[in-house]
């Protein structure tokens, strides 16, 4: 086979690589070459920046959190605020930018998996702003959960699909994405949503989120003249991660933490790719449950599960209960209600801050606001 | 010894016969069924069986495949025990060709190296993983060529004729032509184009080429054995399975009339 195609630069060490069935192989050759084009092409180039501009609102502050800082009484703790980002979330830079390259492959249509609903209306944002059609596949469980999301996907036009198979969550909204597509992959992109699946889509979607650590790195250089001790971002499938830490990888003295809602298991293929995998002895999938749609997948980007085993990036657990403390700490100390997946980074704070010192710096990711959660969360908190 | 699906591959081109392949969900409704069905295949004319060994999310599966692993997966399946009934079978005379057919996450959390071991051992003669292709996990296909495990793969109508050809040379046994852009399940109708992708494709190899996916009525094995060595069907027969409700005789009296319409070719 070394003659049609080179595998090498499919994979992240160990991991990635394209484990997908045949009919697919074609679709994502040709997302490879697109995307190279893509990216060496000016004019798409200008365009995606006018959009992540002045549609998105990028770029996003960098905002110190005084008054959080002052809680803890360590480093100081700054707060890079995806949340404000168009639609109230950092999937939009993703999807903006995929659809430009839907475009420029000449398809019509896109589908899309969702969990927490956040990449659903990124996509079906993305799709109206540029005259897509729009299908999101999302588990029959999650549209119950985040019901504010569907209605809005609905708004926006896109068809939004429940799923009823296996746990009837993100991972069977993938799966049937991916059903979708081995039917209708002439016609139609999948746009999906986090830093996962077959080649080349895990580097295609870190790409389109690396502009929030670019960013966060040269407002720190301008600002402090120096980089943060500390980097922090929740870990689902990890686009937000993986976007933020990205430019910070070879600034070794930053040290790096991913948080995730769940154990990591062993690696495993699923979705097209290999990565830590959440499995039974068998080799069964086994379900992830967390308090937060976004972040309750089996897998994770194969980039982590490189970046886990070469020690550059540490990855730590967070409960839901400690997600939810993360959650009101910030909600009532700044008046910034986040989403229940970042919650999970700041759960971890009470855990980090007392070993870091005063003159220290830790920045945090706040992925998404908190609006779609507010449902979830008022069973749980009291006021 | 010789390797079944490869002698049965020699057997039918010597007699110019089409060849029916026939699935099965391992366990599906029960793994004592399951061993049932098998013999009975054989002895209804079936030649080579593909037995589906459960996984919890198959992605090229259609509704039906995803209801019998799922079913399967719930009373507990596990390799070993559907190694051990093919082994059983083995040794009470079953001689067609078996393929293990399933995803890979069952395979490598197995160990890929002991998986082809044992598969050999138990008395499959092939392996078919939809999620594999070649390019990935080299080691796993040089066991399959040291343990004498035939590989098979499939070639769609998305494919390019250049990897087309590197997948017809890669792929032992025969090659598993994917009828349309879908996943697994009964289809009314047969896709209008395939004529024009199976001639590109048998200018490409000599090796037999099977015809898989959408294939339920006895009408749609006799046109598409015309076109091609035989065909395979899959979600047709499981669906028999759940519509006999544990009985055996509708789903061979099925069986046989598909074979009866593929050996009319």
């Not at chain 1, 540029?130 to 036009?157: P, S, T, W």
């Not at chain 2, 002895?43 to 992605?59: A, K, R």
């Not at chain 2, 078919?128 to 080691?139: M, N, R």
Request: aromatic share 8%; proline share 5%; glycine share 8%.
């Amino acid at each position: 086979m070394k003659k049609t195609i080179g595998s090498k630069q499919w994979h992240f060490g160990p991991y990635g690589g394209r484990y997908v069935p045949e009919t697919l192989m074609k679709a994502l050759e040709e997302l490879t070459q697109a995307y190279r084009i893509f990216r060496a092409n000016k004019k798409v180039q200008a365009e995606l920046r006018h959009y992540l501009k002045d549609y998105a609102g990028r770029p996003t502050p960098l905002y110190e959190a005084k008054r959080l800082t002052e809680h803890f009484g360590r480093a100081r703790i700054f707060i890079k605020r995806e949340d404000l980002c168009h639609t109230g979330a950092h999937k939009i830079n993703n999807t903006i930018a995929q659809a430009l390259l839907a475009r420029s492959l000449g398809k019509k249509r896109i589908v899309a998996e969702t969990g927490a609903g956040q990449h659903g209306v990124a996509s079906a944002t993305a799709a109206c702003v540029f005259g897509l059609d729009c299908v999101v596949y999302m588990g029959a469980h999650d549209i119950e959960r985040q019901a504010l999301n569907v209605y809005k996907m609905r708004l926006l036009g896109a068809k939004v699909v429940p799923v009823y198979s296996g746990s009837q969550t993100l991972k069977d909204a993938t799966n049937e994405a991916i059903r979708d597509w081995v039917t209708t992959v002439d016609s139609t992109h999948y746009l999906i949503g986090s830093a996962v699946g077959p080649h080349p889509y895990p580097a295609i979607v870190r790409d389109f989120q690396a502009v929030i650590g670019r960013e966060t790195r040269t407002e720190f250089l301008r600002r402090e003249k120096r980089l943060p001790d500390y980097l922090m971002a929740c870990v689902g499938g990890g686009s937000n991660a993986i976007g933020f830490f990205h430019a910070f990888l070879k600034d070794r003295k930053v040290k790096i933490i991913g948080i995730e809602a769940a154990g990591e298991g062993r690696a495993g293929v699923l979705h097209g790719m290999k990565s830590y995998l959440l499995q039974n002895k068998d080799g069964q999938v086994q379900l992830a449950h967390s308090i937060s749609a976004g972040l309750d997948y089996p897998s994770v980007g194969p980039e982590h599960s490189f970046l886990k085993d070469s020690a550059r990036v540490r990855y730590e657990a967070v409960t839901d209960r400690e997600a939810l403390e993360g959650f009101k700490l910030l909600t009532q100390v700044e008046g910034i209600i986040p989403a229940l997946e970042p919650s999970h980074a700041f759960g971890y704070l009470k855990k980090l801050m007392p070993k870091t010192r005063k003159s220290q710096i830790v920045a945090v990711c706040l992925s998404g606001r908190g609006d779609k959660d507010i449902h979830t969360v008022q069973k749980f908190l009291k006021v | 010894m010789k390797n079944r699906l490869l002698q049965k591959m020699a057997d039918l081109k010597r007699k110019k016969e089409k060849a029916f392949c026939a699935f099965l969900t391992a366990g599906y409704p029960s793994l004592e069924k399951t061993a049932a069905y098998a013999a009975g295949f054989e002895q209804s004319g079936v030649d080579i069986l593909e037995l589906g060994y459960p996984f919890s999310d198959p992605l090229a599966d259609g509704p039906t495949i995803q209801f019998s692993s799922q079913q399967a997966l719930d009373q507990g399946i596990g390799v070993e025990r559907v190694l051990k009934m093919l082994a059983g079978l083995r040794r009470r005379g079953l001689a067609l060709p078996v393929i293990f057919f399933s995803y890979y996450n069952p395979i490598l959390s197995y160990g890929p190296a002991r998986f082809v071991k044992a598969a050999v051992k138990a008395g499959f003669d092939g392996v078919l993983v939809p999620d594999l292709p070649p390019e990935e996990e080299a080691a796993f296909g040089r066991e399959c060529r040291k343990h004498g495990l035939c590989r098979i793969f499939l070639i769609a109508p998305t494919t390019a004729r250049p990897r087309a050809k590197a997948l017809a040379a890669a792929s032992e046994g025969f090659i598993y032509y994917v009828s349309l852009r879908g996943v697994t399940g009964a289809r009314s109708k047969i896709p209008a184009d395939i004529h024009t992708h199976l001639a590109v494709l048998k200018k490409t190899t000599k090796k037999p080429v099977l015809i898989g996916f959408g294939v339920s009525t006895p009408q749609q094995a006799r046109d598409l054995s015309g076109l091609s060595h035989g065909v395979i069907v899959g979600s047709a027969i499981v669906q028999e399975i759940r519509k006999a409700k544990g009985r055996t005789a509708p789903v061979l009296n099925y069986i046989r009339r598909m074979v009866r319409a593929v050996k009319s070719r």
